[in-house]
């Protein structure tokens, strides 16, 4: 699969950053339970900029600004379904002309859009994918997802990217789904620590359940605290050591409500990124309070450790 994305066996590839650390960083609050998604509906330039900032910061991956576009979310907002259809696709239309204008703006080679497919946690906007446990059934699950994911399946994305998933249930409903999808796919996790999904599932039993799914091409974690990836990384690799590993953690920062604490070092960033290319990821990027800084210096840990040897 990585071959069908035009990526060697051998290749790192740099993801961006959080698509609203950078949108916050230029001003935008966000107060709706559509998050940034709003941004789809009223200031869809400020999502271009933010895409090519990470651009030209040298991600070579970079996410449409769907993760809680939801046609539910969207509904209980009061759009109707044929306009909630279009916002999807809008988002991914965003990403692939910001990637257009920065190829032919750089003259370098192309980057790839991945759509971005939040939890359910996501849709209800109220912390509940760092929990999971959302009491429903897996086929309330399927049905959640899977009118989303059909039309990101058709949308032009190159990558649908299932991300920030917390909970086992919605692991098995994602891979009930993504049997039938044609698009890449990649199921990240969000976890509690170095062993487990956020419902307190072993990450080993979620991702097993993606080992044999044609689409899915890696498997991963984000949202995550970077000092549980390394070893998560591990135990990945055991678990379906036929797929990449696609890791963007958050900052390692707290979050309390309204606001970030702890230490954010530059430093220590690029020591974990080297730590995660030599664990074998094959896709880095960051999750919050992750922007462009930090994914310059990524890219350049990626070239300085991807780069031939002189003799």
């Known amino acids: 699969m990585q071959s069908a994305l035009g990526l060697s066996a051998n290749d790192v590839v740099c993801l961006d ?3 609203a650390t950078e949108l916050e960083n230029r001003g935008y609050q966000f107060n709706t339970k559509l998050w940034s998604a709003e941004l789809l509906l009223n200031n869809p330039t400020a999502i271009y900029h933010s895409h090519m900032a990470y651009l030209e910061a ?10 809680q576009a939801t046609l539910q979310g969207l509904s209980d907002c009061g759009i109707d379904l044929d ?16 990637r257009d204008d920065y190829r032919g703006k750089s003259g370098s080679g192309t980057a790839l859009v991945a759509a971005s497919i939040g939890p359910y946690g996501a849709y209800l906007a109220n912390g509940s994918e760092y929990r999971g446990n959302y009491g429903l059934n897996i086929q309330s699950l399927v049905d959640f997802h899977q009118e989303r994911i059909g039309l990101m399946d058709g949308s032009g994305a190159d990558i649908l990217a ?13 891979a009930s789904i993504l049997k039938n999808v044609s698009t890449p796919c990649w199921i990240s ?9 956020r419902d307190g599932t072993p990450i080993q039993n979620s991702a097993a359940l993606f080992r044999n799914i044609q689409s899915v091409f890696a498997i991963g974690v984000n949202c995550t605290s970077p000092e549980h990836v390394t070893p998560l990384i591990r135990k990945l690799r055991s678990s379906a050591p036929s797929k ?5 953690p958050n900052s390692g920062e707290d979050y309390q409500p309204g606001t970030w604490t702890g230490e954010h070092s530059l430093n220590q960033w690029q020591r974990d990124c080297r730590d995660w290319i030599n664990a074998g990821a094959k896709i880095i990027g960051g999750c919050c309070r992750i922007g462009p800084n930090e994914i310059r210096l990524l890219a350049d840990v990626i070239d300085s450790s991807t780069r031939p040897e002189e003799h």
């Open 17 to 19: 950053g959080g698509l």
């Open 58 to 67: 040298g991600a070579r991956i970079i996410t449409s600004a769907s993760y």
């Open 83 to 98: 306009r909630s259809r279009k916002v999807l696709t809008d988002s991914i239309d965003i990403a692939l002309q910001a």
């Open 162 to 174: 299932l991300e920030t998933i917390p909970d086992h249930h919605e692991a098995c409903a994602l």
């Open 189 to 197: 996790f969000s976890c509690n620590d170095a062993d487990h999904l």
């Open 244 to 248: 990449s590993v696609v890791v963007y």
